[in-house]
């Protein structure tokens, strides 16, 4: 009978011995074929059949099959070729589906391959007769063990890692190749940036002469970009570094008092600029913790300059609390807030939000992710709790 699909499916009489059986049969000559199935038929055994030619072995894939006989041909009266190169299909298949080879004298080595493999039977051509048994006790041992814990799926599953591996070995070791590469290019931009924004500040000053108002707004547009391109440098430097584990902290014991002065200090003339009342709240018991004095600085002067960034009105607080385990540097702001939505892609680099505001005051998107590795390698942790209108704060947890 012919099922469409180019190959041929015969129906025999039913019996009793083994009910029911689906096979597909594996030959590139319909003697071959025949073979085995004068085999079977004298054996009684109750069977429906498709046949295929080793190229069509793909259609493992799409259909369910009880087992596969397939039959390999050797040139010569011992096979120098093993038949597993043909087998790939079979073998990654995620379920126990037994394969019984009917080939010529393979030799001990090859033979000895083929079991290691998994193949569930073995029949020598010239012993053909006794191909129903061995199907009888494939299909007994596979109908035992569990569809995906036999010797041959485990057996895939290793190879499949270690490839797996293999290639996630090779991409570590690309990709580590191109962030040396872009880190040392980057870092060759600093000179330049330098230059530039030197060269800016001159102008500003009118060292060499005055400038009218148009002079005046391009200079002062340069010097901020430049400002802007020297901050993404730094920011991409840390993180490498960081990432690269290279990247250590001088623990100290340090005042609170002055380390949160200092990064305020830095801001003041910022949040005058904008009209905005800069606050530090800390009660007087609060006075030593342990952390890099430089690296914790940044960390508050990047969330300070992000509070002050993003509000309009009203103020900035930087808010120190303690407790038995930890101190919180907290930093909380009147501004517009960030959704729900937004703040899950916040502390990811170059992520931004884009609202009008936002795309207004540029950042360079890796202060929230640099600043969050910095707090991690202290042992401690950020949060963030905000809501649109309502303001945000960002807190910074320290072991204490």
């Known amino acids: 009978m012919s099922n469409g699909s180019g190959l041929t499916l ?15 049969i594996i030959a590139n000559d319909s003697s071959e074929s025949e073979i085995i199935l004068a085999a079977l038929e004298a054996a009684k055994i109750d069977f429906t059949y498709e046949s295929a030619t080793i190229n069509k072995f793909q259609l493992l894939l799409e259909k369910d099959y009880d087992a596969i006989i397939y039959s390999h041909r050797v040139q010569n009266s011992y096979a120098t070729e093993s038949p597993i190169a043909q087998l790939e299909c079979w073998h990654s298949l995620p379920r126990a589906l037994p394969l019984i080879l009917v080939t010529d004298p393979l030799g001990d080595h090859l033979a000895v391959e083929c079991i290691q493999y998994g193949i569930d039977g073995y029949v020598l051509r010239n012993n053909i007769e006794e191909l129903p048994q061995v199907l009888a006790q494939s299909l007994d041992n596979s109908s035992s063990s569990l569809p995906k814990g036999n010797f041959r799926y485990l057996k895939h599953l290793e190879a499949v890692n270690k490839k797996l591996q293999q290639e996630n070995n090779q991409l570590q070791a690309f ?24 060269f800016s500040r001159m102008l500003q000053d009118e060292i060499y002469g005055s400038l009218n108002q148009k002079q005046m707004q391009y ?36 005042s609170v008092e002055d380390i949160c002065q200092a990064a305020m200090a830095m801001l003041r003339g910022k949040a005058k600029k904008k009209g905005l009342k800069l606050i530090l709240d800390f009660k007087e018991d609060i006075d030593f913790c342990y952390a890099d004095h430089l690296r914790l600085k940044q960390v508050l002067v990047n969330l300070l300059s992000n509070a002050i960034k993003f509000t309009k009105k009203g103020s900035v607080t930087l808010k120190v609390t303690i407790t038995e385990n930890q101190i919180n540097f907290a930093v909380i702001d009147t501004g517009i807030g960030i959704s729900e939505a937004d703040c899950k892609k916040l502390f990811q680099p170059f992520e931004q939000i884009q609202t009008l505001l936002h795309r207004k005051s540029k950042g360079t998107g890796l202060g929230l992710a640099l600043s969050r590795k910095l707090v991690e390698l202290h042992g401690g942790k950020i949060t963030l709790t905000s809501k649109l209108g309502k303001g945000t704060c960002f807190t910074v947890s320290l072991p204490h």
């Open 219 to 254: 200079v002062s547009a340069t010097f901020t970009t430049g400002e802007h391109l020297l901050e993404l440098v730094n920011n991409y430097l840390d993180l490498a570094k960081i990432n690269a584990n290279k990247q250590q902290l001088q623990i100290e014991r340090i």
């Open 175 to 198: 990709k580590s190749k191109i962030e040396d590469y872009i880190s040392d290019l980057i870092h060759e931009l600093r000179n330049p940036i330098a230059a530039i924004l030197g």
């Open 10 to 24: 015969h129906i025999l009489q039913k019996s009793s011995a083994i009910a029911n059986l689906k096979l597909l």
